[in-house]
């Protein structure tokens, strides 16, 4: 066709082409590079706003008005010349649904026949516009035709027009998300290819099912990752269908029931044929169902409620039966408070039926608690129990003068109960006479009360924290069937809670993630809100905001009236949003916590802290004087004090600079007294950082520097040529000198989010200043530690980093040992490619020492490293917060299946030779999200002894492997660690140009 089509067009439109012809043309238009202006703006498309025939979708959005030319055959039609613009547009839209059409047609074999193969939306035009059932393949023969292969020659076609965004969505639709994801990753940013690379992340939860715990954490880690796409997506176009859909799916994966009711309620406010019903469905289902269960456990409360206050209350036999958790406990105090025998005794048929329901068929522990119990003499029970049935109802406070009493009645039962509930209440008791009492009634139920109560003991003695992991460790290896699961649970709060406390959040993780499961399970909603505070205080303790907030924002939704687990809800969220560097949104939260008038809590208190200097509002002095009070009851150890004083401390500054100076060094003393307090050590590092920006800010870089390497625990400071970079929310410090020794200083008080990978913190007049370094020491802290691009490739440099303690001197004998881990038998569950075994050594190595396949465990690898000189990993590094609290080296499995080398199992390991480690694993220097320490493969190796350590903080090709090498022979030929690392880098990628991206990641520590 000619003049670009135009010619033909009169011809089109008036239905005069023989149908050959039209397929010509419309084939024609949909390969049109080159249309003359004029025929574009005939057609109109950019009125139509943002349609294109290369992709989709057409967005709802009201075009811009823009200019029409007439074209030269609209004279010939009298409607189109009277109906003027309107008609244009009327016509372009004819033209644009045609080539869509015709579009639709070709890419029919995207559809299939039957019903949609993914739950999810996908943005693609072709493929969404055109609603279908989702039908699972498991539903047989109505279901969407399973995946065989993907046609070559539609996907060639799609290929030929630069269709990625086409590409992208065939993989994805035919079961191949990974070979979707690298094309969506090749299009430009926008709202839809983020949508549907959060498909593919859900999609690869929805995958990640091994039987091992390790897989369900892998998932929670694809599901924050398609959270946070998704959440982007949404802020940019609050309406996004697509968007919103998946989200609801994502929270639905979570088990965030009620906000994915919430996201289906709004895809179907839109009004889309089909999508509209099916979300008017699910949200109907999920809400009808979470909020059942929850006014089921609501009326079973209010019956245990009536049992103890009414004499004749309905007995709960069947509620026993559906929530026996439940109603056990209550079972207990109301026998507790019974005032007489007849009363005692009418609560047996209730006794029978729990008993009946524990596992293994053992005697009756309950009924013969009745029997005992009604034996006793009332004249002298009858008021203690009373008394107790006051306490249980909650009109007498827990603990207090009448425990003594209770000592002395002789009712060992009753006091048991008294001494549980002052436990439950957070005062100190008499652990050893609680756990009498418990054991002394043969009752596994109230065995485990024991057991917890002795770790709530252990757990407040920072030198006996590992008793109480292990007893609550010990403890849920007993616990078995419904019965008891109301204890389980919260022998599960109780580890997550320890954990956290030991800033150990990965396996807090675990135990908080199967706690929500086992309560949602059991019917346990007391315990389901509960886990749901645990999950979103774990993810924010591993900057997994986008979970944290969905976390909160559901248990929120869960508990409109309950003011106690609200305050702590909004505290949370306001810690959170914080973090997220959202100061007028912490700010609302932290409001709203307050208005309830409950505790704080520490998280409120140090936002509070933390609000002073952005955000302050005058009541805050009072508001935190009552919170770091209520703190400080009943005593606290050192490293938590130490803790309150910088809160304290820092809250000061904004009021007197002397007063918030003296008070934060009084945290770093008593911190640096208690070295392996996790409190301590946060405290420590929150009061440097403080006093490091207050330097700063007033621009004393001698003390800025001093501070910084008092911090890092180094011996001295480079004179010349090093580097000090440091971040404390919102503020940056740099401090650098030259060959000359001169010292040079940058602050600025303006961040708005967390530091990025290859972002320039370092000002470009303190890079000039070290260029005519021959290596350059740079003191990182937290979170700059770790980051890649600090200085320019072209620069030798490397991080250093400090001991705790200083070590021995290397043994004086045996020969130098070359430790090589290569060809390692992954573990089959985790699916991962099997790597090629390294390459022999271009040169003799002597001092080699290999360990292969299944030999390759991590207790025979840290054995082997004790004594090395040179130690090479090269295996599959992965990374995720929800693993481990920093990179792992994937390994073959030990004997008790542990396949993971970690960063917290090699800090504890001697290295007596000071030994060069090359990392030539994935993400290995991937560090954990803390704030207060360093904490990552490299510095474990470090503070293990190493002199050396090299290691990649993305993904390497297993090519890798030869480039290590060659850092590795310079080294060994004396060269600074910092210059073999950049010639070996220059010197590769003349030979490799494409290698560009992944050598910038490989990263030097000393």
């Known amino acids: 066709m000619t003049n670009d089509g135009c010619d033909a067009l009169p011809r089109f439109l008036d239905g005069e082409m023989d149908p050959e012809e039209q397929v010509r043309f419309r084939e024609h238009l949909a390969g049109c590079e080159t249309c003359s202006e004029e025929f574009r703006d005939t057609l109109q498309l950019d009125l139509l706003g943002q349609v294109t025939l290369e992709e989709g979708p057409v967005r709802s959005r009201p075009p811009e008005p823009v200019a029409v030319k007439r074209p030269w055959w609209r004279h010939r039609r009298v409607g189109l010349a009277a109906g003027g613009a309107l008609a244009t547009s009327l016509l372009a839209l004819v033209l644009v649904l045609l080539l869509r059409q015709g579009r639709a047609e070709d890419l029919a074999w995207l559809l299939g026949e039957g019903g949609r193969p993914l739950e999810a939306r996908l943005t693609y035009a072709v493929v969404d516009q055109h609603y279908r059932r989702y039908v699972p393949e498991r539903s047989g023969a109505e279901a969407a035709a399973p995946v065989t292969a993907l046609p070559l020659h539609e996907l060639s076609r799609l290929e030929a027009r630069e269709d990625l965004h086409g590409i992208a969505t065939a993989y994805l639709m035919y079961g191949a998300p990974l070979q979707a994801r690298a094309f969506l990753e090749r299009m430009p940013p926008s709202t839809a290819r983020d949508c549907d690379l959060a498909v593919i992340a859900l999609e690869r939860a929805r995958g990640a099912r091994p039987s091992d715990f390790e897989g369900l954490q892998q998932k929670q880690a694809y599901l924050e990752e398609a959270l946070q796409l998704l959440d982007a997506v949404l802020l940019q176009e609050p309406a996004h269908p697509q968007a919103l859909w998946n989200r609801a799916l994502v929270l639905r994966e979570l088990g965030l029931t009620l906000l994915a009711a919430e996201d289906f309620e709004a895809v179907a406010k839109l009004s889309e044929p089909g999508w509209s019903e099916e979300a008017w469905g699910q949200a109907r289902r999920l809400r009808d169902d979470t909020q059942a269960r929850g006014r089921e456990w609501t009326d079973v409360s209010a019956l245990m409620k009536d049992l103890l206050a009414e004499s004749d209350a309905r007995l709960p036999l069947d509620e026993a039966r559906a929530h026996p958790g439940l109603v056990r406990r209550a079972f207990y105090d109301a026998v507790r408070s019974a005032p007489s025998r007849e009363a005692v005794l009418r609560l047996l048929p209730l006794a029978q039926v729990l008993d009946a329901l524990h596992p293994g068929g053992e005697a009756p522990v309950l009924a013969g608690y009745v029997q005992r119990v009604a034996a006793r003499d009332f004249s002298r029970r009858g008021p203690v129990a009373r008394r107790y049935g006051r306490l249980a109802r909650g009109e007498l406070p827990a603990g207090g003068e009448w425990v003594e009493e209770l000592r002395r009645s002789g009712e060992e039962d009753i006091l048991l109960g008294a001494l549980v509930r002052a436990s439950e209440a957070g005062q100190a008791v008499d652990v050893a006479l609680l756990s009498r009492l418990a054991l002394a009634q043969e009752d596994p139920w109230l065995s485990l009360q024991a057991e917890l109560a002795w770790a709530q003991h252990d757990a407040r003695d920072t030198q006996a924290w590992w008793k109480a992991e292990q007893r609550l460790r010990t403890a849920l290896d007993t616990c078995q069937g419904p019965v008891l699961m109301n204890r389980c649970l919260a022998l599960e709060r109780e580890l997550t809670r320890l954990y956290l406390e030991l800033h150990r959040p990965a396996e807090a993780f675990q135990y908080a993630w199967r706690g929500w499961e086992h309560a949602k399970a059991e019917g346990e909603w007391r315990f389901e809100q509960e886990f749901l505070q645990e999950l979103a205080d774990v993810t924010r303790f591993q900057h997994a905001f986008a979970s944290a907030r969905a976390y909160l924002d559901e248990s929120l939704a869960r508990m409109p009236e309950d003011c106690e687990p609200r305050t702590r809800a909004h505290r949370t969220l306001a810690s959170v949003e914080w973090e997220r560097f959202r100061p007028d949104e912490a700010r609302r939260a932290i409001d709203r916590a ?241 790597l090629p075994p390294l390459q022999p050594p271009r040169v003799p190595d002597p001092w080699r020492l290999e360990l292969r396949g299944t030999q390759a465990t991590p207790s025979k690898v840290l054995e082997a490293m004790a004594d090395a000189s040179e130690v090479e990993l090269h295996a599959h590094g992965l990374f995720s917060s929800t693993v481990s609290d920093a990179s792992l080296v994937v390994l073959a499995p030990d004997a008790d299946g542990r396949y993971a080398l970690t960063a917290d199992r090699v800090r504890r390991v001697h290295l007596s030779r000071s030994p060069v480690v090359l990392l030539a694993t994935c993400s290995a220097a991937r560090t954990a999200p803390y704030v207060h320490e360093p904490f990552s493969l490299p510095v474990a190796f470090i503070e293990a002894g190493a002199s050396v350590v090299l290691a990649s903080t993305t993904d390497i090709p297993d090519t890798a492997g030869a480039f290590f090498e060659q850092v590795r022979e310079l080294i060994r030929c004396k060269m600074r660690p910092s210059v073999a690392l950049r010639d070996a880098r220059a010197r590769w990628l003349k030979e490799h140009p494409g290698d560009a991206a992944w050598l910038a990641h490989v990263l030097l520590f000393e």
């Open 594 to 834: 307050l208005a309830c008038e409950r505790p704080l809590g520490l998280p409120g208190a140090m936002v509070l802290s933390d609000l002073a200097r952005a955000r302050p509002e005058s009541g805050d002095g009072a508001a935190l004087r009552r919170a770091l009070t209520e703190l400080r009851r009943g005593g606290v150890p050192p490293g938590r004090e130490a803790l309150l004083l910088f809160i304290e401390g820092q809250f000061e500054l904004a009021r007197s600079l002397a007063t918030g100076q003296a008070q934060l060094w009084r945290a770093v003393e008593l911190a640096e007294q208690w070295p392996d307090d996790a409190d301590a050590r946060e405290a420590r590092a929150h009061a440097y950082g403080t006093l490091i920006a207050e330097a700063a800010r007033a621009e004393s870089w001698s003390e800025v520097l001093a501070l910084q390497a008092r911090q890092l625990r180094l011996a001295e400071v480079p004179e010349r040529c090093m580097l000090s970079v440091s971040l404390h929310h919102e503020r940056t410090v740099v401090v650098a000198r030259g060959p000359s020794g001169r010292l040079l200083g940058y602050y600025d008080a303006s961040r708005t989010g967390p530091p990025r990978e290859g972002e320039a913190l370092v000002p470009g007049r303190l890079v000039d200043e070290l260029r005519a370094c021959g290596h350059v020491d740079v003191l990182a802290l937290p979170p700059v530690h770790g980051l890649t691009g600090l200085l320019p490739v072209d620069l030798a440099w490397s991080y250093r980093v400090g001991r705790r303690a200083p070590l021995g001197p290397p043994p004086a004998f045996g020969a130098a040992r070359h430790l090589v881990v290569t060809d390692v038998a992954d573990p089959s569950s985790l699916k991962l490619p099997r």
